[in-house]
């Protein structure tokens, strides 16, 4: 299988100090795909491959939990609600006439991992890049590319918290549009489906700067800064945070209270040129709300530290950009 002699170059590269990476299958549904752990514990894992439309990135917790949404059970079915949001990925419902749908993916289009250019363990966690296609696949009469993707991850800790850097580029195989709506576009993160099973009384949302709510989980600002999420998992609690770039395209954030969040753009795009993305994602374990109410409700002192803590991990994003 031509993926897994792809894998085979970077064998070598997944003994790093304390971090590894390593070829292993999608544990429970389909898809291949690249395992990272620290001290053996399980903290991400990078899916593709067979059996999957999209690749994505899983994220653990601190006791090897999954946080985020598989999308499809053993069996390749579909499972739980809106299979299509999967880990933290990256579509649009919309691509140039509006024939192709890279959100949904349910006409037989498919973003196809080409290659793995790199896998590597450091002393402070793991860098991937890979060069995914976006193809029209079984939509209209060949398969052909729609955007060439290099993807690049990198994985690690910080104080506790994982800590993902979604950097991307697209580049234009023909003259298109990136576009649809902000609840089906973007880069986003989607917690586990177990989040919505549970009631989504049980989430809530902290965001910078705070915008206004503009209807059905849309806030209107093109100066976003960051999104935090804030949801119940196996009776434990949990954060996950999307830090965006200040020099890159933002329309609109996207919520919603099932644990699917995001940042919005529509982007004209002449053939073979490139749209550069960054992203910071932090994803920990978190207090649970302070008080007693059903819903469970944020205080006004958590909300305080939350979002300095908040604050201030954005502007080391930022000055690691430069």
């Known amino acids: 299988?031509?993926?897994?002699?792809?894998?085979?170059?970077?064998?070598?590269?997944?003994?790093?100090?304390?971090?590894?990476?390593?070829?292993?299958?999608?544990?429970?549904?389909?898809?291949?795909?690249?395992?990272?752990?620290?001290?053996?514990?399980?903290?991400?894992?990078?899916?593709?491959?067979?059996?999957?439309?999209?690749?994505?990135?899983?994220?653990?917790?601190?006791?090897?939990?999954?946080?985020?949404?598989?999308?499809?059970?053993?069996?390749?079915?579909?499972?739980?609600?809106?299979?299509?949001?999967?880990?933290?990925?990256?579509?649009?419902?919309?691509?140039?006439?509006?024939?192709?749908?890279?959100?949904?993916?349910?006409?037989?289009?498919?973003?196809?991992?080409?290659?793995?250019?790199?896998?590597?363990?450091?002393?402070?966690?793991?860098?991937?890049?890979?060069?995914?296609?976006?193809?029209?696949?079984?939509?209209?009469?060949?398969?052909?590319?729609l955007v060439s993707e290099t993807r690049a991850l990198t994985v690690s800790k910080v104080d506790g918290v994982t800590q993902v850097d979604f950097h991307t580029e697209l580049t234009a195989a023909r003259d298109l549009t990136l576009g649809g709506d902000l609840q089906h576009a973007g880069c986003h993160f989607r917690a586990h489906t177990e989040v919505a099973d549970k009631g989504t009384k049980f989430t809530s949302y902290l965001w910078e700067p705070e915008g206004k709510v503009a209807g059905n989980g849309k806030i209107l600002s093109k100066e976003w800064k960051w999104n935090r999420l804030q949801f119940q998992l196996g009776g434990n609690w949990y954060s996950a945070t999307q830090f965006n770039s200040p020099n890159q395209p933002v329309e609109e954030l996207s919520w919603r209270n099932y644990g699917r969040f995001g940042f919005f753009f529509k982007k004209d795009l002449k053939q073979g040129e490139t749209q550069k993305l960054d992203y910071r994602f932090h994803i920990a374990p978190s207090e649970q709300p302070a008080l007693e109410s059903f819903p469970p409700q944020v205080s006004k002192d958590q909300e305080t530290r939350w979002r300095a803590a908040a604050q201030k991990a954005y502007r080391e994003f930022v000055k690691s950009l430069k």
């Open 1 to 145: 299988m031509k993926q897994l002699l792809v894998f085979s170059l970077f064998l070598s590269l997944s003994v790093q100090a304390a971090w590894t990476v390593k070829p292993a299958a999608n544990p429970k549904a389909p898809g291949q795909g690249l395992a990272i752990a620290q001290d053996g514990k399980p903290v991400a894992h990078f899916v593709f491959g067979e059996g999957q439309k999209k690749p994505f990135l899983h994220v653990y917790g601190a006791k090897g939990e999954l946080l985020t949404n598989p999308g499809v059970g053993p069996d390749g079915k579909d499972t739980g609600r809106y299979p299509h949001h999967r880990g933290i990925y990256i579509g649009w419902r919309v691509i140039s006439d509006g024939t192709y749908d890279l959100w949904h993916i349910h006409k037989g289009e498919i973003m196809r991992v080409k290659e793995i250019k790199s896998a590597k363990a450091g002393d402070n966690g793991v860098t991937i890049v890979a060069d995914i296609e976006w193809r029209t696949g079984k939509v209209g009469d060949s398969d052909d590319l």
